[in-house]
């Protein structure tokens, strides 16, 4: 069992940056890729980011690439994102997810993944 908690969410102005952090329970937090999603209101949840086990390869929806940064620190249980020259687009609850895999495969199915954090959520004003 892993549990996953986010933090860092809040208001920010649209070119602004946070960081958003995830902390995972357990002695086992190297054994999962770990993603990054996002749900903004009226609109399906959708992939943002991902990074496997050793943090070896990372993955990037389109809409987020060269703008935000996953990595993680697996002595800390931690993943984080990074997100940079934000938009009003970019508003929404965001969810980091635990897969019980190290592969490089659907890492953007949110449904192969295991265990979700509760949300943190993110405004980016204009």
């Known amino acids: 069992q892993v549990q996953l908690v986010e933090s860092g969410g809040g208001l920010v102005q649209a070119g602004g940056s946070l960081r958003l952090s995830c902390a995972a329970s357990g002695r086992t937090f190297s054994s999962y890729n770990m993603g990054w999603f996002r749900q903004a209101p009226g609109k399906e949840r959708e992939f943002v980011a991902a990074i496997t086990c050793e943090g070896g390869s990372t993955y990037y929806a389109d809409s987020v690439k060269g703008r935000f940064t996953i990595s993680r620190i697996n002595a800390k249980n931690t993943v984080y994102l990074q997100m940079n020259s934000l938009k009003p687009d970019d508003t929404a609850d965001y969810y980091c997810?635990?897969?019980?895999?190290?592969?490089?495969?659907?890492?953007?199915?949110?449904?192969?993944?295991?265990?979700w954090g509760q949300g943190t959520h993110v405004t980016v004003s204009s």
């Open positions: 997810a635990a897969r019980s895999y190290c592969g490089t495969y659907y890492y953007s199915t949110g449904a192969l993944y295991d265990y």
